[in-house]
């Protein structure tokens, strides 16, 4: 009888590889925004925190936007084809109730003759893409992994109704290229929160626009936050005794990153910067001061904490309903200023330009802090990942950047496409909303955005035939 082979060991050191970031070409001025609508100066400047939002009209949709996200990542790093074993997509924006975004995908692997890649898309609100990233993540770490790379895909068309949440928009795609030994590791304890609410939700497949409860979408991210930084701790302070008894065999353990594993309870303190789903930049302060509240909570004899005023009035306050209590959120903003502005300021270049991407938000905010931060810097950093989806679904992990990142800085070449944008009127984002209504779902048509408004050489929507199949 043969003996059975030997099993390959396991891969180390499972992150992204490469980077790439889509965006529309053009965008426009939320301060010009304000004066469109006829809105106080600082309505959305100062109380959403935006500058400015990317738009797009029909001659864009999710399949463009992943395909011109995936081929640059393909050609940019001169990717074979072959070498992908998996794909997984998270997205919200939803052409089709059957048919996903990767099938269109793989139009870029036929020539290789490569039709062998697992994965599908992923659904729910924002939380698609880090489902995805999981996902990509756990096949290369299982025995199913056949030693090929994964790509993992986010990207939407954040747009909603006339209202209050309109300023909130935005537009982009990002693709990740997934793999062992690579220079940006995610580490293996997530902390995840799941719960069944109608904070956003798009229950009307006849129309683009979501459902949106503000207030309470505001109170489900930070109640999510509170849920998914709790269990993070708790489990990575179980992983951590279990490590330190000699009896723990997987996770920091065995993946390359052990070395990462603190000394006592986990704080904002333990992490170089902080990322956070950033539906507009006064969401993502918020969620800052709120993991700062949570340390507090559990510290708040703290070095950090020392100047806090009536320390004992917020200890008093049930955690219920400091969720809006609003002089503890202020107390926290400003107690958490200048690290917002270390830790969370310099991965923000995406959300304010290009404002709500809704999946690929997170993964935008990872891109600048890549494409701001020079490698030299960045090397040996940590940085926490908050990611949270309506109706609702969030997770809290970390990553550790282990190599050198100035290739994919290079590539991306963030900071020069972004001011590369058009600025243009806001009467052009109100006519591309208005493209988009009247050509939702239609049927053998063309749509009537003009070509020059997409990036030269960009995928893009070129007819839907009397079949509803989309030509680009």
């Keep these: 009888m043969t003996a059975p082979a030997a099993e390959s060991p396991r891969p180390k050191d499972v992150g992204i590889l490469a980077m790439e970031m889509y965006f529309p070409r053009r965008c426009i001025s939320e301060t010009e925004l304000e004066k469109y609508d006829g809105a106080p100066p600082g309505k959305y400047t100062i109380g959403l925190g935006q500058e400015y939002m990317a738009l797009a009209d029909d001659r864009e949709d999710?399949?463009?936007?992943?395909?011109?996200?995936?081929?640059?990542?393909?050609?940019?790093?001169?990717?074979?084809?072959?070498?992908?074993?998996?794909?997984?997509?998270?997205?919200?924006?939803?052409?089709?109730?059957?048919k996903s975004v990767k099938t269109t995908l793989m139009s870029l692997f036929s020539e290789s003759g490569n039709f062998d890649i697992e994965g599908?898309?992923?659904?729910?609100?924002?939380?698609?893409?880090?489902?995805?990233?999981?996902?990509?993540?756990?096949?290369?770490?299982?025995?199913?992994?056949?030693?090929?790379?994964?790509?993992?895909?986010?990207?939407?068309?954040?747009?909603?109704?006339?209202?209050?949440?309109?300023?909130?928009?935005?537009?982009?795609?990002?693709?990740?290229?997934?793999?062992?030994?690579?220079?940006?590791?995610?580490?293996?304890?997530h902390g995840t929160y799941m719960a069944d609410t109608y904070d956003f939700y798009k229950p009307n497949l006849s129309s683009e626009y979501p459902q949106v409860d503000g207030p309470g979408s505001i109170v489900s991210y930070i109640q999510a936050f509170d849920s998914a930084y709790t269990s993070y701790k708790d489990k990575l302070a179980r992983a951590t005794k279990a490590h330190l008894n000699g009896c723990y065999t997987n996770g920091y353990a065995t993946n390359g990153v052990h070395e990462t594993i603190p000394k006592g309870p986990f704080t904002l303190e333990d992490v170089d910067y902080a990322l956070f789903h950033s539906p507009?930049?006064?969401?993502?302060?918020?969620?800052?001061?709120?993991?700062?509240?949570?340390?507090?909570?559990?510290?708040?004899?703290?070095?950090?904490?020392?100047?806090?005023?009536?320390?004992?009035?917020?200890?008093?306050?049930p955690r219920t309903r400091s969720v809006t209590d609003k002089v503890i959120e202020r107390t926290f903003i400003a107690v958490g200023k200048s690290s917002f502005a270390q830790k969370v300021a310099p991965t923000m270049a995406?959300?304010?330009?290009?404002?709500?991407?809704?999946?690929?938000?997170?993964?935008?905010?990872?891109?600048?802090?890549?494409?701001?931060?020079?490698?030299?810097?960045?090397?040996?950093?940590?940085?926490?990942?908050?990611?949270?989806?309506?109706?609702?679904?969030?997770?809290?992990?970390?990553?550790?950047?282990?190599?050198?990142?100035?290739?994919?800085?290079?590539?991306?070449?963030l900071a020069n496409r972004l001011a590369r944008m058009r600025v243009v009127p806001c009467q052009e984002f109100v006519d591309a909303l208005e493209l988009r209504e009247k050509h939702n779902n239609a049927v053998a048509y063309t749509p009537e955005g003009l070509v020059e408004n997409i990036w030269p050489g960009a995928y893009y929507l070129d007819s839907v035939d009397e079949k509803y199949r989309r030509n680009r």
């Design 280 to 317: 507009y930049e006064k969401q993502t302060v918020k969620g800052h001061a709120r993991m700062l509240y949570n340390d507090f909570f559990s510290a708040p004899s703290a070095p950090q904490f020392a100047n806090i005023p009536n320390p004992d009035a917020i200890l008093s306050t």
């Design 62 to 98: 999710i399949d463009s936007f992943a395909l011109n996200a995936v081929s640059g990542l393909l050609e940019k790093y001169s990717i074979d084809p072959k070498s992908i074993g998996r794909l997984d997509v998270g997205t919200e924006t939803l052409i089709d109730k059957s």
């Design 350 to 413: 995406c959300s304010r330009r290009l404002g709500n991407l809704y999946t690929a938000s997170l993964y935008a905010c990872l891109a600048s802090l890549l494409s701001t931060v020079p490698t030299s810097e960045l090397h040996g950093k940590r940085a926490s990942l908050y990611a949270f989806g309506g109706g609702s679904a969030a997770s809290f992990w970390t990553l550790r950047i282990v190599g050198d990142t100035s290739e994919i800085a290079a590539k991306m070449d």
């Design 120 to 189: 599908i898309d992923l659904k729910n609100a924002c939380y698609g893409s880090t489902a995805a990233l999981f996902n990509a993540i756990n096949w290369i770490e299982s025995r199913s992994w056949d030693g090929r790379n994964a790509i993992v895909v986010a990207g939407d068309i954040a747009i909603y109704a006339k209202g209050a949440a309109r300023p909130a928009g935005g537009a982009g795609a990002c693709a990740m290229l997934i793999g062992p030994d690579a220079p940006v590791v995610f580490e293996p304890i």
